[in-house]
């Protein structure tokens, strides 16, 4: 029903298959759904490209080889981390130190979030890019946020936008 997309924050350009959130604080709820939902799908991609940055560092500078090359090491780092996560959470939870538990983003029962201990290491640079909202960008948006806010509707999202004042 719409194509694979992207999901950027505001230093993002909106395109046709990258999504960025609405700007402003004044936003409909409708937009508030929308910018929340993204926002989670970013956070988990963020949490997992983190984690393997912090323990692969490859991966915290742009990668130099032929795009074969890139490929067969990303799926080399993604096996090696899925491996090591799955082998490493056999034993009790204290002793991970692979992934240990605050080693990712959590949410907390209010719903604040708190940030992963990975992101307190090197970060790890993203150029600002700029440019022009499309047409067809703004389309895939809308219906995105239709999406979200009828047939795709969750109780959580309307939860944690009701608790940040949304009506």
């Given at each position: 029903?719409?194509p ?7 230093a ?21 759904i ?6 989670r ?18 991966f ?7 795009l ?44 604040y ?19 022009i ?5 703004e ?10 806010c ?18």
């Amino acid at each position: 029903m719409l194509p694979f997309l992207f999901i950027g924050d505001e230093a993002f350009p909106l395109k046709s298959n990258l999504m960025r959130p609405y700007s402003g604080v004044a936003l409909s709820k409708d937009k508030a759904i929308f910018n929340y939902r993204p926002s989670r799908a970013r956070r988990c991609v963020e949490n997992a490209f983190g984690i393997m940055a912090s323990r692969f560092r490859i991966f915290r500078k742009p990668l130099v080889s032929s795009l074969e090359t890139s490929t067969f090491t990303i799926a080399a780092a993604v096996c090696l981390h899925n491996f090591i996560k799955s082998a490493k959470e056999v034993g009790p939870s204290c002793e991970r130190k692979y992934c240990p538990l605050d080693f990712a983003d959590k949410m907390s029962p209010d719903g604040y979030i708190n940030d992963g201990r990975w992101r307190t290491e090197e970060a790890l640079a993203i150029n600002n890019r700029t440019g022009i909202n499309s047409r067809q960008a703004e389309e895939t948006k809308r219906t995105l946020q239709n999406y979200f806010c009828h047939e795709g509707a969750t109780a959580w999202q309307d939860a944690h936008i009701a608790k940040n004042g949304k009506k």
